[in-house]
């Protein structure tokens, strides 16, 4: 019995719910990020050790089919909850429980314990992965990947608040689950200070950058293919639109940048890419605080793209910024580093983790334009540190991989489902 214990695999089926977010979303704009390509990325590794994935995530089309494979042994599932369109986050709380029966019902037409484990993304999924695995009665791992305490201590201006059923609904959250997973060893001193989270619950798993899209290329091709000047340095932001990802901070920067060395005005070129998302920021605001600060025509804004061609500008760029105001990890910053592009960043959440400050390049505490165009400047004037920061770029990306990724949630998913056993197990022989 112990051998065929040992051999039977203990999760052969898990389900991810995204509720606000799709993975076949392109990162970069609404509320499309770093969680679209984590769970895209986990869930396909996942299932390549033959583990069935479904992903659920709300349908926000009546074009969108009711089920569609992603990779083999992945399938998303659209759950209708509310209107068939995108909704702003502080609107979705009031389509949870529609989106919770559900998903209740999709498992109900299974074979009983259809799935071992369920991983929940974000707030909202977690409140629905509550009550899921309350009914299934498997265990419930959950990532927060960002926290409302950690944004609301770190708003900017023009940045909402995160409400208070956020905070509120992260600690139901929190106290709910059986395993926490946080992407660094900041954000589970943070699970466990700020939302008294069980030590022994939490698990640090790092995300990774996928290196067979993200890796080095020719600069100059990249920057032909891209229609931008060879000659001269290359400026990216990559990103939502948004006050707390600090698009603002890099056009300020590289004003400064421009008027203390007026010579790079007529090479020097920013690029943003990304679209809006929320109140308070967009295309033609950025634009306008552009020509605010002279130079309107050195910067060049392009929608958000996939990671086939997304490669292309980072290999383009001399260096991308990433001035965050709060950030759980920072994939943006893997993703440049993993094409050989060193990345100036904030020393906010897993910036400090992603970017190998001096090494593979800057972080800077907090977000004054001044000292961003000051580490610019310096770095520009010196070509071998460059040269070096771009090697050990692509040596730092490649300490984090979504394979290892893929194998720390599996040891904590096995971990979950074996306490829950364990625990099943106990009440059983306390109620003989």
């Given at each position: 019995?112990?051998?065929?214990?040992?051999?039977?695999?203990?999760?052969?089926?898990v389900a991810m719910i995204a509720v606000h977010t799709s993975p076949l979303e392109i990162p970069g704009s609404g509320d499309a990020g770093g969680l679209n390509v984590y769970?895209?990325?986990?869930?396909?590794?996942?299932?390549?050790?033959?583990?069935?994935?479904?992903?659920?995530?709300?349908?926000?089309?009546?074009?969108?089919?009711?089920?569609?494979?992603?990779?083999?042994?992945?399938?998303?599932?659209?759950?209708?909850?509310?209107?068939?369109?995108?909704?702003?986050?502080?609107?979705?709380?009031?389509?949870?429980?529609?989106?919770?029966?559900?998903?209740?019902?999709?498992?109900?037409?299974?074979?009983?314990?259809?799935?071992?484990?369920?991983?929940?993304?974000?707030?909202?999924?977690?409140?629905?992965?509550?009550?899921?695995?309350?009914?299934?009665?498997?265990?419930?791992?959950?990532?927060?990947?960002?926290?409302?305490?950690?944004?609301?201590?770190?708003?900017?201006?023009?940045?909402?608040?995160?409400?208070?059923?956020?905070?509120?609904?992260?600690?139901?959250?929190?106290?709910?689950?059986?395993?926490?997973?946080?992407?660094t060893e900041g954000e589970r001193r943070q699970l466990v200070e700020l939302y008294g989270a069980d030590p022994e619950a939490v698990a640090v798993v790092p995300p990774g950058?996928?290196?067979?899209?993200?890796?080095?290329?020719?600069?100059?091709?990249?920057?032909?293919?891209?229609?931008?000047?060879?000659?001269?340095?290359?400026?990216?932001?990559?990103?939502?639109?948004?006050?707390?990802?600090?698009?603002?901070v890099v056009i300020r920067a590289v004003a400064e940048l421009v008027a203390k060395r007026p010579e790079l005005r007529a090479t020097l070129r920013l690029v943003i890419v990304?679209?809006?998302?929320?109140?308070?920021?967009?295309?033609?605001?950025?634009?306008?605080?552009?020509?605010?600060?002279?130079?309107?025509?050195?910067?060049?804004?392009?929608?958000?793209?996939?990671?086939?061609?997304?490669?292309?500008?980072?290999?383009?760029?001399?260096?991308?910024?990433?001035?965050?105001?709060?950030?759980?990890?920072?994939?943006?910053?893997?993703?440049?580093?993993?094409?050989?592009?060193?990345?100036?960043?904030?020393?906010?959440?897993?910036?400090?983790?992603?970017?190998?400050?001096?090494?593979?390049?800057?972080?800077?505490?907090?977000?004054?334009?001044?000292?961003?165009?000051?580490?610019?400047?310096?770095?520009?004037?010196?070509?071998?540190?460059?040269?070096?920061?771009?090697?050990?770029?692509?040596?730092?990306?490649?300490?984090?991989?979504?394979?290892?990724?893929?194998?720390?949630?599996?040891?904590?998913?096995?971990?979950?489902?074996?306490?829950?056993?364990?625990?099943?197990?106990?009440?059983?022989?306390?109620?003989?």
């Amino acid at each position: 019995m112990a051998r065929l214990t040992r051999w039977w695999p203990v999760v052969r089926r898990v389900a991810m719910i995204a509720v606000h977010t799709s993975p076949l979303e392109i990162p970069g704009s609404g509320d499309a990020g770093g969680l679209n390509v984590y769970v895209c990325q986990v869930a396909r590794r996942l299932a390549r050790r033959g583990i069935e994935v479904d992903i659920f995530t709300r349908a926000t089309s009546a074009r969108q089919p009711v089920s569609q494979a992603l990779a083999p042994g992945v399938r998303v599932c659209h759950v209708i909850a509310g209107p068939l369109e995108p909704l702003p986050k502080d609107e979705l709380p009031q389509q949870l429980c529609a989106f919770t029966a559900a998903v209740l019902r999709a498992e109900a037409c299974r074979e009983q314990g259809w799935y071992d484990v369920i991983h929940s993304h974000y707030w909202l999924s977690g409140q629905v992965g509550m009550l899921a695995s309350r009914r299934w009665a498997v265990p419930l791992v959950h990532t927060m990947h960002t926290l409302a305490k950690v944004k609301n201590a770190t708003l900017t201006e023009g940045d909402r608040p995160e409400p208070q059923v956020r905070v509120v609904g992260e600690a139901e959250v929190v106290a709910a689950a059986d395993r926490l997973v946080a992407n660094t060893e900041g954000e589970r001193r943070q699970l466990v200070e700020l939302y008294g989270a069980d030590p022994e619950a939490v698990a640090v798993v790092p995300p990774g950058v996928d290196t067979a899209v993200f890796r080095p290329g020719l600069q100059e091709r990249a920057r032909r293919r891209l229609h931008l000047p060879e000659p001269g340095p290359v400026i990216l932001f990559v990103g939502r639109l948004q006050p707390l990802k600090g698009p603002d901070v890099v056009i300020r920067a590289v004003a400064e940048l421009v008027a203390k060395r007026p010579e790079l005005r007529a090479t020097l070129r920013l690029v943003i890419v990304g679209g809006p998302s929320g109140p308070g920021m967009d295309v033609e605001w950025l634009r306008a605080l552009a020509a605010e600060c002279g130079i309107a025509e050195l910067v060049r804004f392009e929608p958000p793209v996939p990671p086939h061609r997304l490669v292309e500008f980072y290999r383009a760029a001399t260096f991308t910024v990433v001035p965050s105001h709060s950030e759980s990890f920072g994939l943006v910053a893997l993703e440049s580093q993993a094409c050989g592009t060193p990345v100036i960043a904030a020393r906010v959440g897993g910036l400090a983790t992603a970017v190998q400050d001096g090494l593979s390049g800057r972080l800077i505490d907090g977000h004054d334009p001044g000292r961003y165009a000051s580490v610019l400047a310096e770095l520009l004037d010196d070509r071998v540190s460059y040269a070096a920061m771009r090697r050990r770029a692509v040596e730092h990306a490649s300490l984090f991989d979504w394979e290892r990724t893929a194998s720390g949630l599996l040891a904590v998913y096995e971990a979950a489902v074996a306490a829950r056993r364990r625990s099943d197990i106990a009440s059983l022989l306390g109620s003989a």
